[in-house]
């Protein structure tokens, strides 16, 4: 099993910069993608970005991409999500995902993730 803990959520204006991370125990040599999905209120969980163990490959929303930045540090066991340039409609709780697959077509859907965080949440004032 994987355990995966985040952290860095908090209350920010518009504009501003939030920095999340999380960090993942366990049988973390299982783990070869990570990721961070949101969900806002009355809303589904949806993806916001992904990497690899390598982090050579990343994905990203569009409604992120150019904002977001993720990165991975396999000696911490650590996915941060450094998220610049924050909008009101960026307010959601943020969650961290893991799993073993190495198969990329499926990488925005839910279900295919094994392992997932507790969730922070991110709050931005207009």
């Known amino acids: 099993q994987v355990q995966l803990v985040e952290s860095g959520g908090g209350l920010v204006q518009a504009g501003g910069s939030l920095r999340l991370s999380c960090a993942a125990s366990g049988r973390t040599f299982s783990i070869y993608r990570m990721g961070w999905f949101r969900q806002a209120p009355g809303k589904e969980r949806e993806f916001v970005a992904a990497?690899?163990?390598?982090?050579?490959?990343?994905y990203y929303a569009d409604s992120v991409k150019g904002r977001f930045t993720i990165s991975r540090d396999n000696a911490k066991n650590t996915v941060d999500l450094q998220m610049n340039s924050l909008k009101p409609e960026d307010t959601a709780v943020y969650y961290c995902?893991?799993?073993?697959?190495?198969?990329?077509?499926?990488?925005?859907?839910?279900?295919?993730?094994?392992?997932w965080g507790q969730g922070t949440q991110v709050t931005v004032s207009s």
């Open positions: 995902a893991a799993d073993s697959s190495m198969i990329w077509s499926d990488y925005r859907t839910t279900s295919r993730w094994n392992y």
């Open positions: 990497t690899s163990r390598s982090g050579g490959i990343t």
